[in-house]
C-alpha cells in the first residue's frame, strides 16, 4: 500500500474511534502472515447447529446483517473492482459495525494483499472474500467446533465467575446458562442444586457467598457452579481488589477455582463495550468472553472486533430474551449466518 494511502485511512479510522487508544502503531509496518491464516473454508459449509438453532441465530442476527450489507452496497455502488476507493469505503462499514479499529485495519490489510496478488478482484467477490477473512480471523484464537453447553469432564465441580458492569445480562445469562446446562442432560435438580446459582444481593459480603456456594456444591456433588459477580466498578484497583479476593476465598474450596473468568459485554454498548473489556482484563484474568443483546443492535461487528483485540474466546452470544436465545459460540455458523 503507498504510504499516502495508509496515512489517510489509517486517519479516517483514528477520528471515527475517538475512545479506541489500544497501539494502533503495531499496525504501522507490520505483515500479516495471510498463508497460516487461510481461513477454512470448507468448515464453513458443514452444518453444525440445528435447524431451530439456526434460526434463532438469523434472526437475532437479523439487524446486524440488514445494516451491515446496506451499507456494504453502498461502499461499492458503481464499482466493479475492488480498489482503493472501495477498501477506504468498506473500512467505514466495518468501523461503524463496531468491528473495531484494529480489526478493520487487519481485516484491509487481508483483502489488500488478496486483491494485489489477484490483480483484479470485482466487487461482487467481496462479500466471499470478507466471509473467508473473517471466518480466518475469529479461527485464531478458538477452535470452531463448539455448538452445545458442555463441561469438562475433569471438573467437578466446574466454577464459572461471571463478571462485567450493571445492566449487560450478566443475571439473564446465568439464568440462561442454567437452563441450557440442565437440558444438556446435566443431572440438575434445582432444589439440590446441580447448578448452583448465587445472586449477590446488596450488602452480603460476596467473597462469603462464594465460599458458602462452592461448599455446598461440592456437598452436593453439582456439576457446575456459577458465581454472580456485583458489577459495580468503581475503579480498577477497587474491582481488582474485589475479584482477587472472591478467588483467593473459593480456592480454600476448590483450589483451582474458578475454572473460567466469563466477562459479560452488552453488544448493544459498542466503544463502552471494548473498554469495559479492557478494564476487566487488567483487573482480572478473563477466560472467555459472552457478547449478549446482538438482537438489539445493528452493530453486531462488535463479536469479531472484541475476541481479535483481546484475543480472548468467545463463547456465548445472546440474541434474544428467551431461553433459548443463548447460543454457544460457533464462528462458522455466526459468519454463515451473517453473510447467507
Ligand atoms: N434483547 C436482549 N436483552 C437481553 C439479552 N441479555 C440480557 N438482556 C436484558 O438486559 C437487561 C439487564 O440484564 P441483567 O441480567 O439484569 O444484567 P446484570 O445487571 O448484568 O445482571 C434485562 O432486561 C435482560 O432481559 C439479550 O441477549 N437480548
Ligand atoms: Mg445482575
Known amino acids: 500500500m503507498e504510504e499516502a494511502t495508509f496515512l489517510r485511512r489509517w486517519l479516517f479510522v483514528f477520528l471515527s474511534s475517538q475512545k479506541n487508544t489500544v497501539q494502533?502503531?503495531?499496525?504501522?509496518?507490520?505483515?500479516?502472515?495471510?498463508?497460516n491464516n487461510r481461513p477454512q473454508t470448507m468448515s464453513l459449509f458443514r452444518k453444525i447447529f440445528s435447524k431451530e438453532k439456526k434460526e434463532t441465530l438469523d434472526k437475532g442476527l437479523e439487524k446486524t446483517k440488514t445494516s451491515f450489507f446496506d451499507k456494504l452496497s453502498k461502499a461499492v455502488a458503481g464499482k466493479s473492482k475492488v480498489d482503493d476507493d472501495v477498501l477506504d469505503n468498506l473500512e467505514e462499514v466495518l468501523v461503524?459495525?463496531?468491528v473495531g479499529v484494529n480489526t478493520?485495519?487487519?481485516i484491509i490489510e487481508r483483502i489488500e494483499a488478496r486483491v494485489a496478488k489477484d490483480k483484479y478482484v470485482g466487487t461482487d467477490e467481496l462479500n466471499k472474500i470478507l466471509r473467508e477473512e473473517i471466518a480466518g480471523l475469529l479461527s485464531e484464537i478458538d477452535s470452531g467446533?463448539?455448538?452445545?453447553f458442555e463441561?469438562?469432564?475433569?471438573?467437578?465441580?466446574?466454577?464459572?465467575m461471571v463478571v462485567g458492569v450493571n445492566g449487560v445480562g450478566k443475571t439473564t445469562t446465568i439464568g440462561k446458562?442454567?437452563?441450557q446446562f440442565k437440558k444438556a442432560g446435566k443431572s440438575v435438580v434445582l432444589d439440590r442444586a446441580d447448578v448452583t446459582i448465587v445472586k449477590q444481593s446488596m450488602g452480603s459480603d460476596p467473597a462469603s457467598v462464594a465460599f458458602d456456594t462452592l461448599k455446598s456444591a461440592v456437598s452436593q456433588n453439582a456439576d457446575v457452579v456459577i458465581i454472580d459477580t456485583a458489577g459495580r466498578l468503581h475503579n480498577k484497583v477497587?474491582?481488582?481488589n474485589e475479584l482477587t479476593k472472591i478467588k483467593r476465598v473459593m480456592q480454600k474450596v476448590i483450589p483451582d477455582a474458578p475454572h473460567e473468568v466469563l466477562l459479560v459485554l452488552d453488544g448493544s454498548t459498542g466503544q463502552n463495550a471494548f473498554e469495559q473489556a479492557k478494564q476487566f482484563t487488567a483487573a482480572t484474568e478473563v477466560t472467555s468472553l459472552a457478547v449478549t443483546k446482538l438482537d438489539g443492535t445493528a452493530k453486531g461487528g462488535v463479536v469479531i472486533g472484541i475476541s481479535d483485540q483481546f484475543q480472548i474466546p468467545v463463547k456465548y452470544i445472546g440474541v434474544g430474551e428467551?431461553?433459548?436465545d443463548l447460543q454457544v459460540f460457533n464462528k462458522f455458523e455466526f459468519v454463515d449466518s451473517f453473510f447467507k
Not at 494502533?24 to 498463508?35: D, N, V
Request: charged letters at 20%; a negative charge; aromatic letters at 8%.
Open 24 to 35: 494502533k502503531s503495531l499496525f504501522l509496518g507490520i505483515e500479516q502472515p495471510i498463508i
Open 322 to 324: 428467551g431461553m433459548e
Open 145 to 148: 467446533n463448539a455448538s452445545d
Open 177 to 179: 446458562m442454567a437452563y
Open 104 to 106: 478493520t485495519l487487519k
Open 151 to 160: 463441561l469438562p469432564l475433569d471438573k467437578k465441580p466446574y466454577v464459572v
Open 238 to 240: 477497587n474491582l481488582m
Open 96 to 98: 461503524s459495525s463496531d
